[in-house]
């Protein structure tokens, strides 16, 4: 589930500045095995981008491919801090995960996109990092084209064997080339690295900051890690109990009372958009376009949009003006509406061939194979091996979940997956986080929020009601601004539960 917000990340480059390596077995560890890791002393130098400011510096560390095995090999993480702008007032690190799994985070703390509050920033050092395998850190590839990278795959029984063929190769491709490194890159050992660099930066807690995914990860550290958790937020919460193949099926089941709600919206505005009356009549003219586009596909914004096309699109129905916009677009593009599409559609160009890898050398499919190699290692055993099973599902969940229902539980490479070092974590403490979360987030449901609520009993949460979008803070004129820099500024959380409206009054 990656964050929409990482697309504009700033990628960072690394001066690969390192202490010396740590020492495999030695009598100095014999007592603490991470101790040749956890005294570590990283040397800061300027982040080799001309985009980064001068204030962000760059570090690499080594920690162990296999925390089982401390004295075998090592992998490097790629980390990045901003120190606290107000040293006096200073409280300690704040580690940042923008998402994915699969996203790199090496460059959020200078990315405006982050728009922390200048009250938070004088009291944290910010402290960015590419999880392992992504990014900077040791990334893997699995030599993935760009169409075996295109994971929306509705069900037809007419491609379902090619999809199962698909989901083995990706499998088979990413054990042929990330071999041993691939069963160790699950979410337990990134919380794992996040302690290291704990360590390594002298701090005897840590405070963390993370979206989507992300707040997945920080559940972790804080089932893994109890006293040294400080002041965790989570923005727009995965379910722990639902985390794998559960999360894609949420956001299916997410999908429909949206759509719901959008045609309800849309129908009171019928002089607008003019697609329909009542919101049965708005839902009758989407579905008669997914049928249109299903016998012959729409020209639109430069594409050929088939059927699927347009529902593999659910996300747009979290936010209501923004698809009454598009289906009325659609709608006049396919010849049956009355609100021209703006500006002219060009002839669709040819499929673009996979980019080159980065002038930093990450494989073009980095974000894909990390995000499976998580995805799939931590459940492996949570997903069903036969993909007749999948058929099944995806039949049963298209009747169920018209919108999406078969893209979630159709086959995935996690099928085929070899199996991942360890079980997942179980989430289930009394952590003391806040969380903040969208009525209509597409990703992450209200239901996993209020899951992750369940799982961290000592948590609160603020829900935005009529709030739309992945993803809260800051800077998208939430009323849960406020809490959450409070509760950053002063470990105070919120005396109870809390549901208010955007700032904006949507």
Not at 71 to 93: Q, T, Y
Not at 179 to 184: A, K
Not at 391 to 410: C, M, Q, V, W
Request: glycine share 10%; net charge positive.
């Amino acid at each position: 589930m990656r964050n929409t917000r990482t697309a504009i990340l700033v990628t960072l480059g690394l001066v690969t500045a390192l202490a010396p390596a740590p020492a495999h077995a030695t009598a100095s560890a014999a007592g603490d095995p991470l101790r040749p890791y956890t005294r570590q002393k990283p040397r800061w130098q300027p982040c080799d981008d001309a985009r980064s400011p001068a204030a962000l510096r760059c570090a690499t560390l080594k920690v162990p491919l296999d925390y089982t095995d401390p004295g075998g090999r090592s992998i490097d993480i790629a980390m990045s801090r901003l120190k606290a702008s107000g040293p006096k007032e200073r409280h300690g690190v704040l580690l940042l995960n923008p998402g994915g799994p699969g996203a790199p985070g090496l460059g959020l703390p200078a990315d405006p996109v982050l728009n922390l509050p200048e009250e938070v920033r004088r009291r944290y050092d910010l402290i960015g990092f590419d999880p392992r395998g992504v990014g900077r850190s040791s990334p893997v590839s699995c030599g993935l084209t760009a169409d075996e990278q295109r994971s929306d795959r509705p069900y037809r029984a007419e491609t379902f064997a090619k999809d199962v063929e698909w989901a083995r190769t990706v499998a088979r491709k990413c054990r042929a080339g990330a071999g041993d490194t691939l069963r160790h890159l699950t979410t337990r050992n990134t919380a794992r690295d996040m302690d290291v660099i704990r360590a390594v930066l002298g701090e005897g807690k840590i405070s963390y900051l993370g979206y989507s995914y992300g707040t997945y990860l920080g559940a972790v550290y804080t089932q893994l890690f109890p006293r040294r958790a400080d002041r965790f937020v989570l923005d727009s919460a995965a379910d722990p109990a639902r985390y794998g193949r559960g999360m894609f099926q949420a956001m299916a089941e997410g999908t429909e009372p949206a759509f719901t709600r959008w045609s309800e919206w849309t129908a009171a505005r019928h002089t607008t958009y003019g697609l329909g009356r009542t919101p049965a009549e708005v839902r009758e003219t989407f579905r008669e376009l997914v049928a249109r586009a299903g016998r012959e596909p729409i020209r639109f914004d430069g594409a050929l949009l088939t059927g699927d096309d347009l529902r593999a699109d659910r996300a747009r129905f979290f936010h209501a003006e923004k698809a009454a916009a598009r289906v009325a677009g659609l709608k006049a593009a396919a010849g049956g509406g009355r609100h021209a599409p703006a500006g002219r559609t060009p002839d669709p160009a040819p499929p673009a061939p996979a980019p080159p890898a980065s002038a930093h050398g990450v494989p073009p499919d980095n974000a894909d194979a990390s995000a499976w190699a998580v995805l799939c290692g931590d459940t492996t055993r949570t997903w069903p091996r036969d993909p007749e099973r999948y058929r099944r599902d995806a039949i049963r969940d298209k009747a169920r979940y018209p919108l999406y229902g078969d893209f979630a539980s159709g086959i995935k490479p996690c099928a085929f997956w070899q199996e991942g070092s360890e079980a997942p974590a179980r989430v289930d403490n009394t952590a003391g986080a806040l969380i903040v979360q969208n009525e209509w987030d597409p990703r992450t449901p209200l239901a996993a929020g209020r899951g992750m609520h369940r799982a961290l009993r000592g948590s609160r949460m603020v829900t935005v009601a009529g709030g739309e979008g992945h993803g809260v803070l800051f800077g998208t004129d939430s009323c849960a601004d406020g809490s959450a820099t409070a509760y950053l500024a002063t470990g105070r959380l919120p005396a109870k539960d809390l549901t208010c409206g955007t700032r904006g009054g949507r």
